[in-house]
């Protein structure tokens, strides 16, 4: 389905905190695979779906600061580049 109705939505990290807090960045191996989804159908079923194993021909660990009170937000499209999670882990 990813592969032929993928579409953005959007996820909003907040500092709750009354200190700044470090978030990886998602372009570093660190970061890469931080957020993962969980589902459940209608049925009950729950599916945990997160990037697949990404390759990273230069690496460094980064982050950004969340400011307290302040908001990040990731655009996510469930698309190729993600998988099951019990699927991901055997890449």
């Not at 194993?53 to 660990?61: D, E, V």
């Not at 600061?65 to 302040?70: A, K, M, R, S, T």
């Amino acid at each position: 389905m990813a592969n032929h109705m993928a579409r953005d939505f959007y996820v909003v990290l907040t500092n709750v905190s009354r200190e700044p807090q470090p978030v990886w960045e998602d372009w570093n191996s660190w970061g890469y695979r931080t957020i993962s989804f969980e589902f459940t159908t209608a049925d009950g079923k729950k599916v945990v779906v997160r990037r697949r194993q990404g390759y990273f021909t230069k690496n460094a660990p980064s982050t950004y600061l969340v400011q307290p009170g302040e908001h990040q937000v990731y655009p996510i499209r469930l698309d190729e580049r993600w998988g099951n999670a019990s699927c991901a882990s055997q890449e």
